[in-house]
Nanobody, 123 residues
C-alpha cells in the first residue's frame, strides 16, 4: 500500500526558507508524477509544484515560480520542496501526492495523498 509522509513544516518569517520532505513507500514510483499541493481552511486544494519521477521534468504554479524548487532522491524515494523568499500568502497546509495521470495540476490526477504538514509564514 502506497504511503506518503510529509515533514519539514513549521513557522518561518517573511523572506525566510523551509524545506519540505515527502517519504514515499509501498509502490513503484517510477510510474508516478509526484506533486505538492496546499490548502487553507475553507478553500480548495491548489497545485504548487510537480515532478515526473522518470526524467525529472518539473512544473510550477505561477505563484511560486522562481521561489520554490521541487526535487527527488531516487535512492531514498523522497521528494523535496525547497521554499525560499516566503510570503504570508504561502501559509497553508502542504500535501504530497503521487499520481499516474498525465496531468500536473489537478487533484484528480493524483491517486495517493499524505496527511499534510503545516507551514506558517509570519510577518
Amino acid at each position: 500500500q502506497v504511503q506518503l509522509v510529509e515533514s519539514g513544516g513549521g513557522l518561518v518569517q517573511t523572506g525566510g526558507s523551509l524545506r519540505l520532505s515527502c517519504a514515499a513507500s509501498g509502490g513503484t514510483f517510477n510510474r508516478y508524477t509526484m506533486g505538492w499541493f496546499r490548502q487553507a481552511p475553507g478553500k480548495e486544494r491548489e497545485f504548487v509544484a510537480a515532478i515526473r519521477w522518470v526524467g525529472g521534468t518539473t512544473h510550477y504554479a505561477d505563484s511560486v515560480k522562481g521561489r520554490f524548487t521541487i526535487s527527488r532522491d531516487n535512492a531514498k524515494v523522497k521528494v523535496f520542496q525547497q521554499m525560499n523568499s516566503m510570503k504570508s500568502e504561502d501559509t497553508d497546509d502542504y500535501y504530497c501526492a503521487a499520481g499516474s495521470g498525465y496531468g500536473w495540476d489537478r487533484t484528480s490526477e493524483y491517486d495517493y495523498w499524505g496527511q499534510g504538514t503545516q507551514v506558517t509564514v509570519s510577518s
